[in-house]
């Protein structure tokens, strides 16, 4: 059985850093990569952040691209999402997430709220 635990979310202002962790368990590696999803109120969840177990291999949705660094402690089986210059439009529930593609998930996890005021 595989849990992601998400953790870091909070309350900040427009312009102000989170760094979002997520700590995966009940398997001590996995070949998947992992990702970041989020899902804003009234909104469809949509896809942030991945990175690949196997390489240095990135990848990022538009609009997060040079403020959000997706990064990854391996030994430890946790992935970061380090979050710079947010906005009110960052705000949003953020899941953890694993799968064979970032299109393809197996594991969620519970999430972390995000809000950004302005």
């Known amino acids: 059985q595989v849990q992601l635990v998400e953790s870091g979310g909070g309350l900040v202002q427009a312009g102000a850093s989170l760094r979002l962790s997520c700590a995966a368990s009940?398997?001590?590696?996995?070949?998947?990569?992992m990702a970041w999803f989020r899902q804003a109120p009234g909104k469809e969840r949509e896809f942030v952040a991945a990175?690949?177990?196997?390489?240095?291999?990135?990848s990022y949705e538009d609009s997060v691209k040079g403020r959000f660094t997706i990064s990854r402690d391996t030994a430890k089986n946790t992935v970061y999402l380090q979050m710079v210059s947010l906005k009110p439009e960052d705000t949003a529930v953020y899941y953890c997430?694993?799968?064979?593609?970032?299109?393809?998930?197996?594991?969620w996890g519970k999430g972390t709220l995000v809000t950004v005021s302005s």
């Open positions: 997430a694993s799968g064979p593609t970032p299109r393809t998930i197996f594991y």
């Open positions: 009940g398997r001590t590696f996995s070949n998947y990569p």
């Open positions: 990175i690949w177990w196997s390489g240095s291999v990135t």
